[in-house]
Every structure is written in structure tokens, then in C-alpha cells.
DNA sequence: GTCTATATGCTGATAGAC
DNA sequence: GTCTATCAGCATATAGAC
């Protein structure tokens, strides 16, 4: 197992391996959804052996979890910009998800074997979790300020709803996938805002 | 397999056996979360053999699926009065889901192996939701009458706000016990709720 | 209607050759 | 670093005795 500090002698070209498959095993899940979601068909897509697969990797969990990391990673580097707005990159990944269905499946999937603290992805999730909140919090924060959102309401706790609402507009889209995520999401924006107060 | 229909003849025992094997089976996983989901498990923890259980059930996931169903019928009966109000009611049955994380994990886990259309649960899924949409969107289109939620939102929209909320916060629970549900998505049909005009 | 016993197929993981 | 070969474990499902 590859130390992914380490950048020099023989561990930098399995690093380089490593990102490499997870690129690929991304590409093939984003494809291919869920359905060989087994080791050896993703080592079959990714051009190894099962055995040459799960070299990189401590587990089939831990290859799971860290095809998550890459695509948070992509996501921040195409779809977040530094400068971006918080609704606006939301709507951005939202959009893109809708193009993607096994990413979805995958998160979602992960996402409820993740609960046991046992778990490799229950830290990710957790980390994960903390970081997009405190994120969208700050946002809503700022439109506070701004007198955009009502003064009484805990940017905290709007966060988390957005979180869980894109979460569980997720699992609503899998089963019909006609439902249109990044609009419904943007709904939830506009409700939580405050009504203009210019009486027209 | 009994038919659910019939009730004379030697099926009527069968589905008093089937009514009471589902009641103790949500018992257990109630309990004891999802830890022995097997067939197998399950049927030691209902007091049958493998092949006993599934003599009621034409496999597992149709066994999950009416776990579920079964878990439903007591929500409604139980925490869903005819008369109660619908943010009350779903405060109530939220509540009582946080005193049992294994139905809530079984639901989830259900939730995101239904999308695929084959699935016995996707049927299931796809009405539960419909028929909770409509609940809660007939509320807020009464509330909406009464002029506590904005003209221009669209109660559909917001019903499936809710529930995406609903369900996003069971991941996130599941992920950190400490999170407070039901107090959480009350939070929500407060910031949904116009800020009542009495100017103090 | 319920049991025991078993068939069959997959899974993730490992050992060891090259 | 990657392969082939193999393992043990567990799943669902079925056959047939009682």
C-alpha cells in the first residue's frame, strides 16, 4: 500500500497508478452505474486483475471511498471555483450529478454502509459532511447580513437542511428520474429567502 | 405464498402467521439494526428456519419490502391520526425513528437499492412517496390559503422539499447520532413559513 | 406448514509464481 | 507490480422428509 506522502523513489509511479485507476474506475461507475459494483468487474474495466486492483487499495471499501475522494476532487477543481458562489457551485455539481447516475448511486449507497463507525468512508462522510455545511453556512451567513434571509434563522441549521435536501432529492431522483434535482434545490433557496419588500 | 385476499380456508391462518412473523421481525430489526440482515438471522430471531421464513416470502428484499409496509401501517395507526396535522404527525413519526436507527438503516438502505425498477420495494418507494407528497403539499396549499406561506411557492415543490429533507436527515443522523431530526426539519417549516407582519 | 440438508453461485481476500 | 489460482464464507434458493 503505497504511502501517498511519499513523491519520491519507486512509490511515485504507483501513486501516479493509483490516481490513474481511480480516474478510470470513476469514469466506468459514472457509465456503468452500480450494477458490477464487484471488485472484479471494476478490475476487469480498469484493465487489471482483481488481485492487481485490490494491490492499491486495503479493501473493496476503501476503493469505494476513495473513488468518492476523486470525484469531490474533480468536482472542486471544474465545478467550485474559488470564487464561486455557494447556491450557484451547488447547482453546478447538482446539474452535473443528474448526468452521472452510478456516482449517485455509489454516494448514496456508501453513504448508508458509512453509518457504521467501522467503516473506511464513515470519516470521509463525517469530514465530508462538516466541510459542505460550513461552507453553505457561511453563504447564508453573509446573506443575513445582507438582510436577504430572515435575522431569527440558524445559518447552521439551513445548511444542514440544504445538505439533506440534496441528499434526499438524490434518493427521490434514482427512483424517478424525471425529477429535476438542481431546480428543486434552487426552490429550496428561493423558499428559505426572504420576500422583497418592495410593494409593487 | 398466502394470497393477502383470501381469508377463508386454510390461508387465513397463514396470514395471521404472516401479520405476526412481519410485527416480529420489525421488532427485531428495530432492535438490532441491520447487523443480521440475512435471511437467516432473521428467521433464528422470528423463531423459524430459513426455508420456514421464506415460505411467506418469495425472497428477501420482498421481505424487507413488507417489513417496511408493515412499519407504515403502525406509523399510521399509531402516530398518523385521521385528524392530526401534518408537520405534527411527521414531527411524531420522526421522533419515534430516532428510538429505532435500525428500521431507519433498513429504510435507507431499501431506499437506494429500489431505484433499479426491478426491484420488489421500487413500486413500494415510488406510491409511499406520492401518497407523503400529497399529504404534506395539500398542508401547505391550506397554509398557503391562510397566507402563512408565500402566493408564489409552489406546494408540490415544497412537499418534495420536505420530504428530501426528511430522508437527507436520516443519513446524516446515521452518520452522527447527536443530530436532532425531528427538531431540525420543524426548523424547516419554520423558514419556509412567512414572518408573521405584526411589526413590534 | 415447517423442517433439514444441500445446490449453486457469488463475494472479497490471499499466496505465491514471475 | 501484476498475474494465476485458490480459499473460505456467505448469500439465496430449492428438494424432499415429516
Redesign the interface.
Known sequence: MPDPQRTRGSYAKGIAKREEILERALEVVAREGMRGASVRELADAVGLSQAGLLHYFDSKEELFTEILRKRDEIDLAERLGAGTDVQEGLHRVVRHNSEVPGVV?LF??L??D??DPQHPA?AF??ER?ERLRASIAASFRRRQEAGEI?A???PE??A??V???????Q??W???PD?DMAD?LD??F???T??SEDAS
Open positions: 448511486a448514496s449507497r453513504s448508508v458509512a453509518a464513515h462522510f463525517l459532511g430572515p431569527a434563522a440558524d441549521v439551513l444542514r437542511i445538505q439533506a435536501a440534496a441528499d434526499g432529492l434518493l427521490q434514482m427512483l424517478d425529477l428543486t426552490a429550496l428561493v423558499a428559505l426572504r420576500p
